[in-house]
Nanobody, 118 residues
Framework: QVQLVESGGGAVQPGGSLRLSCTTS????????MAWYRQAPGKERELVAR???????DYADSVKGRFTISRDNAKNAVYLQMNSLEPEDSGVYYC????????????WGQGTQVTVSS
């Protein structure tokens, strides 16, 4: 079983930056895709960014040019650098991982809160 643990959330003013981290424990030989989702109050969970084992990336249009996903395959860890944050970026951010490029993914973290407010 794979466990994902997120960290790095917090409160920041508009225009600020945060870096989220997600570490993996347990048997994770079948992980290819690592991804970040977010969910704002009253909204559905949305895919923010994903990255394959060989480095292919994909971003939601709303975060392109502001967010960067990266990973350390040796550690089965994934990161999300978030710059130029906007209030609309607020929500709970979840780390997810799975075998196939297309969701749904197999494993989920508990989430970390990001609040962007002045």
């Amino acid at each position: 079983q794979v466990q994902l643990v997120e960290s790095g959330g917090g409160a920041v003013q508009p225009g600020g930056s945060l870096r989220l981290s997600c570490t993996t424990s347990g048997t994770s030989n079948n992980i290819n895709i690592m991804a970040w989702y977010r969910q704002a109050p009253g909204k559905e969970r949305e895919l923010v960014a994903r990255m394959s084992f060989i480095g292919i990336t994909d971003y939601a249009d709303s975060v392109k040019g502001r967010f960067t996903i990266s990973r350390d395959n040796a550690k089965n860890a994934v990161y999300l650098q978030m710059n130029s944050l906007e209030p609309e970026d607020s929500g709970v951010y979840y780390c997810s991982a799975g075998r196939r490029w297309a969701p749904p993914y197999d494993y989920w973290g508990q989430g970390t809160q990001v609040t962007v407010s002045s």
